[in-house]
């Protein structure tokens, strides 16, 4: 999860190397560092914390050099501490090392090279890596052959840039794993983890695939595999603009992604909604759709908030299409040998479309044989790449680490996928034609629920003290009271479950007193009244309650502390609208509690180790 930069060309790299490593800090930011070589000598700089604080430190050093790497980690192994920080070295520190990944086998290796006298002064996994290139080069080898032999050795996952004083017209990086790109410049050539961190120089971009290393020189790269295979890359120039990419005037990414909303959903149904047929077309199914529509039983798998959007996608599919849906954590789904079938199709989603566990799992039912389906953000992303077939969601680049308009446009994506099989089944056209005009309505009624965002401050200012929170939902609003509970957490560190409303007394009723906040997603649909009395249940013990409702109930507002009222829509896309202010309160309640919003503690935006 670490974020890797690399720069060969004319210009000084060092301001190129910082902002692009602030551009990949999403990726890890625990400590940065860069090393760069001019004129057959070399220096390394590193800093516990954030790249600014790196930033700062070389600001009175007067670096200037045509060639060097950085990168922002994200620790696995070896406390997060300048020591540990990359790049890494060799004992001579003329060969530089930036490290993506987990080398599973280092203390193996390690113990190799400790034997041939090598000394190792951090904790991390991937200082093996400058030592045992360096053994290859020591035995008389050039630096790309050094580290396809490193690589032939070890296990685990990475994405690598080297640089070597001895050898300073090249850039060596590969990728096992862990993403890389290459950008392709005039007269200058760039490395990086994902395209934002270059954007800025250049939009042709070469997508690396696992196995693959290039040379990259300033005027040209060749490519070949770890084990000296040619391979041809192709240049690939994307959309992508600097715009989508920067705060735009907020204070923050998560509430510019929270705002941008009404206009991410509408991209990703942009085109998509046949609304005379009352179904969906989505070209990057086309070719499986048929096998869509047939499919014995579907399996949905992911992490984190995608897994809240395939657990609204399950609600869905079954609801409309029939079709039994099973979600699983990637995590969990790839290592119990789950139950594949043929005539089983296997959705994998991912906002990053690099995260380890779900892109594993999408390579273990491949090998399987299942229809492996992606439903990811990122284009020319791993998962977008392997997977059989799927559909983009188009929600623009998400900065901030708490996901908010990629689970929307998940949800968008997921019911067009709805709609779509179920229309090829028994879905009425009338049916349909619903569907498709409340789904279109959506993103006007996302505007209108962040008119709330003031109100909704108001809130959280009342509970920003909390020690613990409740998430209560029904329904399609159950999996919306986890992912409401996530937010909280994650960027807000109060503890906070999600539960079922109606499991609520089966045990977390035990935990209400009058400390205790209870957010009720209660909306005006057929289990209102259960969730109302549910509602009566937290009251007669003292609970403090919020409750998610219709704008249309006037009702509830003497039964509970707080209402934020929303407008209705159909069923399944009820979390498409309960899940706004359930975002707002969590990013307001971070904010009044001072914390970093947009980098919580211990967390990485894409997570790309196990
Ligand atoms: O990129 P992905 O959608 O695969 O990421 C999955 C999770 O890591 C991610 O949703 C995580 O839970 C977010 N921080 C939640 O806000």
């Not at 400590?31 to 001019?38: E, H, L, R, T």
């Not at 937010?487 to 499991?503: F, M, Q, T, V």
Request: one cysteine or more; hydrophobic letters at 40%.
């Amino acid at each position: 999860m670490c974020g890797i930069v690399g720069y060969i060309g004319e210009r000084n790299c060092v301001p190129i190397l910082i902002n692009g490593l602030k551009r990949l800090e999403y990726r890890g930011y625990d400590s940065a560092g860069i090393s760069v070589i001019f004129d057959h000598d070399s220096t390394v700089v590193k800093n516990k914390g954030k790249v600014s604080l790196l930033e700062n430190k070389i600001e009175n050093l007067n670096l200037s050099a045509r060639l060097g790497i950085g990168h922002t980690r994200w620790a696995t192994h070896g406390a997060p501490n300048e020591l540990n920080a990359h790049p890494h070295f060799n004992a001579e520190k003329n060969l530089y090392v930036i490290h993506n990944g987990i080398i599973e086998n280092y203390q193996t290796i390690k113990k190799g090279l400790q034997k041939l006298g090598y000394e190792f002064i951090t904790q991390t996994d991937s200082e093996v890596l400058p030592h045992l290139i360096d053994s290859f080069i020591k035995k008389g080898n050039s630096l790309f052959k050094s580290v396809q032999l490193a690589l032939g050795e070890v296990e685990g996952t990475y994405g690598i840039a080297v640089i070597y004083e001895n050898e300073p017209d090249k850039i060596i990086a590969a990728r096992k794993g862990s993403p890389l790109v290459l950008g392709i410049g005039e007269n200058e050539n760039f490395v990086a983890s994902d395209v934002s961190a270059i954007l800025a120089h250049t939009k042709q971009i070469v997508y690396l695939e696992d196995g693959d290393i290039i040379q990259v020189y300033k005027d040209h790269f060749t490519a070949k595999t770890i084990l000296d295979k040619e391979v041809e890359k192709e240049v690939h120039e994307i959309t992508m603009s600097l715009d989508e990419i920067d705060k735009g005037g907020f204070p923050h990414f998560m509430l510019k992604e929270i705002m941008e909303q009404p206009e991410s959903i509408r991209n990703s149904m942009r085109g998509r909604i046949l609304f005379d047929e009352g179904t969906s077309k989505l070209g990057g199914l086309e070719s499986v759709a048929d096998a869509l529509a047939g499919s014995k039983r579907i399996l949905i798998s992911a992490c984190g908030t995608s897994w809240h959007a395939g657990l609204v996608g399950k609600y869905m599919l079954e609801q409309f299409t029939r079709i039994p849906t099973e979600v699983e954590y990637a995590s969990e789904f790839r290592y119990r040998n789950p139950i594949i079938e043929k005539g089983d199709t296997i959705f994998f989603i991912s906002q990053s479309g690099e995260t380890a566990d779900t892109l594993a799992a999408l390579r273990e039912s491949k090998i399987r044989g299942a229809l492996g389906l992606g439903i990811c953000n990122v284009v020319g992303s791993s998962i977008a790449r392997e997977s059989n077939a799927g559909v983009y969601t188009h929600a623009g680049p998400e900065i901030g680490v708490a996901s908010t308009k990629a689970f929307t446009s998940q949800l968008v994506v997921l019911s067009l996928i709805t709609l779509l099989i179920a229309r090829k089944k028994n879905m009425s056209l009338v049916d349909g034609k619903t569907i498709a005009g409340e789904l279109s309505l959506i993103p006007d009624k996302i505007s209108e629920i962040l008119k709330l965002n003031y109100e909704i401050e108001k809130i959280a200012n009342a509970f920003k003290d909390a020690k613990n929170f409740l998430y209560l939902g029904r329904g399609y609003n159950f999996p919306v009271a986890l992912e409401g509970a996530l937010k909280l957490k994650e960027i807000s560190y109060i503890h906070a479950e999600g539960y079922p409303a109606a499991e609520m007394k089966h045990g977390p009723i035990a935990l209400i007193d009058e400390k205790m906040p209870v957010v009720f997603i209660a909306p005006k649909d057929s289990t209102y009244e259960k969730i109302i009395s549910n509602i009566q249940e937290v009251r007669a013990r003292g609970g403090r309650i919020i409750a998610v409702a219709s704008e249309k109930d006037n009702d509830i507002d003497k039964l509970v502390d707080y209402t934020i009222k929303i407008p209705d829509t159909i069923r399944m896309l009820m979390p498409l609208l309960t899940v706004i202010p359930l975002q707002l309160l969590a990013y307001h309640i971070a904010v009044k509690k001072g914390l970093n919003v947009d980098q919580p503690r211990n967390l990485a935006k894409s997570v790309t180790v196990e």
